[in-house]
């Protein structure tokens, strides 16, 4: 299991998120964004998975997942 917060995610609090593996960790990312801030959240879903700023989120996103410290 890893700990991220939305902030490291690309988000706007530093609410704690966990998960064990990268999907997980994106899926809850997304619940955690509907819930709390449902503005980026309808921007994120509206935009093309193949569009530049979506891609480079992914090459961060999966970065920072690689460099997080196993918690379990």
């Not at 299991?1 to 990312?29: F, I, N, P, V, Y």
């Not at 959240?41 to 970065?63: N, R, T, V």
Request: net charge negative.
């Amino acid at each position: 299991m890893k700990t991220m917060t939305c902030r490291q995610m690309g988000g706007m609090c530093d609410e704690a998120l966990t998960a064990g593996t990268s999907d997980e960790m994106m899926a809850e990312g997304m619940v955690h964004l509907e819930s709390a801030h449902p503005e980026m959240a309808a921007s994120i879903k509206a935009m093309p998975k193949d569009d530049p700023q979506m891609m480079e989120w992914g090459k961060k996103f999966s970065a920072d997942w690689a460099s997080t410290p196993d918690n379990s």
